[in-house]
C-alpha cells in the first residue's frame, strides 16, 4: 500500500506527537533505577543509553513540531508516563518491553517519513524546514533500528 500524503499541518503534527509520546516512555526511567532492576552488566549499560537517547528524540520531535505551520491552537501534548514496567523482574522480559517500544518507535518514524515523502507540504512547511523534517526522521528511523538491535542483542546474549 502506497502511503498516504498528509493533506494539512495538522496531521502532521499528530503524528509526529505520536513519536514524541512514546519516546515519553523512557522519561521515568533514571539511570539509578536501571542500576537498581537491572541485573547483568551489559543491561545496565544498555538502559542509560536508551534514556539519554529518548531525551535527544524528544527534543528533535519537538523541533521538528515547532516548524509546521497549521491553525489549530490546541494539542494533546503528552504527559510524563509515571510507571515505566520495571515490575517486570528480570533482564529478558524488561529488554523485550523495550524492544517492542523501540521497534513501535521505528515504525511510527518510518510511517511519518513515508507520508511526508509523498505529500504536498508548501502550505505548512517551508522548503528548508521539509528539509529539516526529512533528514530529522531519517536519522531517528536509524536510532531507532539500532536501539532494537542493541535489546534484541541483550535478549540474545543477557550476560556478555
Ligand atoms: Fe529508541
Given at each position: 500500500m502506497s502511503p498516504a500524503a498528509f493533506s494539512d499541518g495538522a496531521e502532521l503534527v499528530d503524528m509526529l506527537l505520536?513519536?514524541?509520546e512514546i519516546e515519553k516512555r523512557f522519561e521515568g526511567v533514571s539511570y539509578g533505577e536501571s542500576e537498581r532492576y537491572a541485573s547483568t552488566a551489559r543491561v545496565k549499560k544498555i538502559m542509560p543509553y536508551l534514556?539519554?537517547?529518548s531525551t535527544e528524540h524528544e527534543n528533535l520531535v519537538k523541533?521538528?513540531?515547532q516548524k509546521v505551520k497549521t491553525d489549530r491552537q490546541k494539542w494533546d501534548f503528552p504527559q510524563r508516563v509515571?510507571?515505566?514496567p520495571f515490575h517486570l523482574s528480570w533482564d529478558e522480559e524488561m529488554m523485550k518491553e523495550i524492544l517492542r517500544v523501540e521497534r513501535?518507535?521505528?515504525e511510527t518514524y518510518s510511517e511519518i517519513l513515508a507520508r511526508l515523502q509523498?505529500?504536498?507540504t508548501k502550505t505548512f512547511l517551508d522548503l528548508a524546514d521539509r528539509?529539516?523534517?526529512v533528514k530529522g526522521l531519517k536519522k531517528l528511523v536509524k536510532d531507532e533500528e539500532e536501539h532494537a538491535r542493541l535489546a534484541q542483542s541483550a535478549i540474545a546474549k543477557p550476560g556478555a
Open positions: 505520536a513519536g514524541w534514556v539519554g537517547q523541533s521538528m513540531i509515571s510507571k515505566f513501535k518507535a521505528m509523498v505529500s504536498d528539509e529539516f523534517l
